[in-house]
């Protein structure tokens, strides 16, 4: 069974840090682009971050680089997620996705490509 199972959400106060994961099971990594997006109430789903089956092209929302930074770990079969100081506005629930590897680059931000989604984990961040 191909699933994402997203974790490492919860509250944390600005200025501190988390770190999301995204774990695959029944694929291998190597052959999938991973996206990480995320949702707050009342938003669309919006890109945050990429990264290439190869993990050598990594993509970022342009408000968010240099905070977060996307990496993965093939061996464990996991996409991660750093969060450093994060604010406020980046409360919402997180979504790691999957596309085929030889989509378009420019299209990894984009929801329509992906075709695997985890279940979110939510991210709360406040005082």
């Known amino acids: 069974q191909l699933q994402l199972v997203e974790s490492g959400g919860g509250l944390v106060q600005p200025g501190g840090s988390l770190r999301l994961s995204c774990a695959a099971s029944?694929?291998?990594?190597?052959?999938?682009?991973i996206g990480w997006f995320r949702q707050a109430p009342g938003k669309e789903r919006e890109g945050v971050s990429c990264i290439s089956s190869s993990g050598g092209s990594t993509k970022y929302a342009g408000s968010l680089e240099g905070r977060f930074t996307i990496s993965k770990d093939s061996a464990k079969h996991t996409v991660l997620l750093q969060m450093n100081s994060p604010k406020p506005d980046d409360t919402a629930v997180y979504y790691c996705?999957?596309?085929?590897?030889?989509?378009?680059?420019?299209?990894?931000?984009?929801?329509?490509?992906?075709?695997?989604w985890g279940q979110g984990t939510q991210v709360t961040v406040s005082s």
């Open positions: 996705a999957a596309r085929s590897a030889w989509s378009p680059r420019s299209l990894c931000l984009m929801t329509g490509p992906y075709h695997l």
């Open positions: 029944g694929f291998t990594l190597d052959t999938y682009d």
